[in-house]
């Protein structure tokens, strides 16, 4: 098995794991304490959740709070429910984003989705156009999940601070794969799964001064924002894949340049979807005319590659990012995903690629 699919997720890390199961079990079966508890076992367990808390708030802005979430959706949601006034987003961002529409609607705030231009990045004159003193929050995403294109973030939070609106950064292709220090949001969300930690958690960082209402009530953890036990399991594998992250992030990023300029040798006669600038190198989004993707991701079985997002898959509808930069419904549904990162080969891009190829020239020697 050759595995292309690092935006949906990542291969979890050695030292992720190691660092769970020492909060599963610990030297002597008592590492599974509640965090929330007053004796000996819950102060460990908590001292260990505010190290990791310090390690993924090294690769956020500085000052800040982290507040542990279950993964980027929920932290994305907290933010879009937990503020007041209008809110603006991009027709490329995440279903977690977009989908917030009807929620911010119900609650009488409009909630408009504002064009992207045919390279995938946003449309600043429409953007320019549409916010207004009702805008409290302007949403868009770092690094996009399908087509690997990067928005000017810091052009989009001049003109959220014109404004007195505040930014919500979707940061979960980013987070561990770019500086975000210097990311002039208000809020970042991110994912553990997609830099190698497990699923089921994941942060929301809140710029210093900023304030959002709760999505759920009980316990009051995380400063009652967000309520519940947490698991000191996850949290650690989180913290073990952040600071495994900055550590290396040069080194992947270098890493991931070595593959994209191997895949683009192989794939030099498909066409890219979205910038062939601005854009993280370890998302190749391609098409080629006449392709039956669902035919050929079964002819190469054994190499784990995407259609579009994960959170899409088994719609049957073309990806609203493709639709979104102008492609028609035959295009985008003639375009396949492939992405890669730290565990990922050279031997893997070129096999990858030589079964890939191979399937779509089958394809055109039966048509």
Known sequence: MIYLDYQATTPLAPEAREAMLRHLEGPDGTGFGN?????????????????????????????GQVIFTSGATEALNTVLRGTTGDVLTFATEHSAVRDGKGP?????????????????????????????????????????????????????????????????????????????????????AMSAHKIHGPKGIGALWLREGTSVDPLTFGGG???????????????????????????????????????????????????????????????????????DVARLMSDCRDIMFSAGSACASGTGRPSHVLKAIGLTDVQAKSSIRLGWGRYTTLEDIDEAAKTILAAAKDQELWD
């Open 104 to 188: 911010v609607n119900a609650e009488g705030r409009d909630f408009d989705i504002l064009p992207v231009q045919h390279d995938g990045i946003a449309d600043l004159d429409a953007l320019d156009a549409a916010v207004n003193t009702n805008t409290r929050l302007i949403a868009a995403m770092a690094v996009n999940n399908e087509i690997g294109v990067t928005h000017p973030l810091g052009d989009i939070a001049a003109i959220a601070r014109q404004h007195d609106a505040l930014m919500l950064v979707d940061g979960v292709q980013a987070f561990g794969r770019v500086n975000l220090t210097d990311c002039p949001a208000d809020f970042i």
């Open 221 to 291: 953890q995380e400063a009652g924002l967000r309520s519940g036990t947490l698991s000191p399991a996850l949290i650690a594998g989180l913290g073990a894949a952040a600071a495994l992250a900055q550590s290396r992030m040069e080194e992947d990023a270098a890493h991931v340049e070595t593959l994209w300029a191997r895949a683009c040798e192989h794939f030099d006669h498909w066409t890219l979807n979205g910038s062939a600038d601005e854009r993280w190198h370890g998302n190749m989004n391609i098409r080629k005319d006449g392709l």
């Open 35 to 63: 965090p929330h508890s007053a004796h000996k076992l819950g102060r460990q367990a908590a001292a260990a959740i505010e190290v990791t808390r310090e390690k993924v708030a090294a690769l956020f802005p500085h000052g």
